[in-house]
């Protein structure tokens, strides 16, 4: 038996079709990724921008200082750091160091799927003791142990 080839003209409006059809998919695939990327990018610009808002007051004292720089109001380095070193870091509010008043505990949770809860810290209170050394309390627990570790009869 003699093999029997297929002769059927080929489909050309099928192919032109897909052709076409897959041309306008990349063109409005592509500018719909376009439009996304805009969009984060637009988003993302606008959150770091928040940041930088609160450098206004920094940008205020530096143009300050860039002022006594110019008009001659110089300070010598080994002076700065005297002066630094004798008020410490509290004494300017931007190096002074804060405790953040809501911490990122967003790494900490773990993953969505499987949530743990992040222990809070409870704040730190300094409670003034007075003089030097143990509370009043402490003490009478201290001598409390003492007299229970050493007898106090004269029998030897």
Known sequence: MAAKWDNTPPQNLVILACAVGSALLLFVLKFGFDAYYDGMRARTVGEQ????DDLAPLREREAGWQ????????MPLRA?????????RAAD??????RPAQMNTGPLEGWTQLPQEVPQPEPVRAE???ARGL???ALQQLQEA???LVPSGGAE
């Open 93 to 98: 509010p931007a190096i002074s160091p804060e």
């Open 67 to 74: 002022g006594q720089l110019e008009r001659g109001n110089r």
């Open 135 to 137: 509370s009043p309390e």
């Open 49 to 52: 921008q928040t940041r930088y």
């Open 80 to 88: 700065a750091m005297s002066q630094l070193g004798a008020q410490g």
């Open 146 to 148: 003492l007299r229970q």
């Open 128 to 130: 003034p003791t007075g």
